[in-house]
């Protein structure tokens, strides 16, 4: 059985992760998405609410399961009895990082394979940092997120932009 782990912090999951995604699932028998956490970023969702939003977007994929972890990568593989670990390339800044990774993962358990997808020229240009950006300042981009995240999105933009207000006025007291 092909068992293939996709990692990443998904916050949040784009339509460019959503197609790999459905690629990924029509290669491996089974496909693991890992809401990951990444301290370097700073997430707009917790990690519960982004498993809830990537289980809901792949809810039609019967052989993709949405799972999270903390730790190795490499760990999580062996965890979950994964041989394949699948990546998105958008362009070469992605393919110098992820192969990187890709080495650091080989030197930490030989067996570990990682397999490339190339992102679709469509969304090529996305990622979810830009997408926060463009919906903070009041950019429409539903055609870049699936609909249950698109409203998850704003709203909890909406709710930032009120406790900023908040914030303010309470300094100004």
Do not use: W
């Amino acid at each position: 059985m092909k068992i293939a782990l996709f990692p990443g912090t998904f916050d949040p999951l784009t339509l460019g992760h959503l197609d790999l995604i459905k690629r990924g699932s029509a290669l491996f028998d089974q496909l693991a998405v890992a809401v990951m956490t990444n301290e370097s970023k700073k997430p707009l969702f917790t990690v519960d609410e982004r498993v809830a939003q990537v289980k809901e977007a792949v809810s039609g994929l019967a052989n993709v399961s949405v799972i999270t972890a903390q730790g190795l990568t490499v760990d999580l593989m062996n965890k979950i009895g994964a041989d394949y670990l699948m990546r998105g390339l958008r362009n070469t800044e992605d393919f110098r990082y992820e192969r990187d990774i890709s080495a650091m993962n080989n030197y930490l358990d030989d067996q570990c394979e990682t397999v490339f997808f190339l992102a679709k020229p469509e969304y090529q240009h996305l990622s979810s940092s830009l997408l926060k950006e463009v919906t903070a300042a009041g950019g429409d981009i539903s055609a870049y997120l699936p609909a249950n995240i698109n409203t998850a999105l704003k709203k909890r933009l909406e709710e930032r932009q009120l406790m900023q207000v908040k914030e303010s006025n309470e300094k100004t007291r």
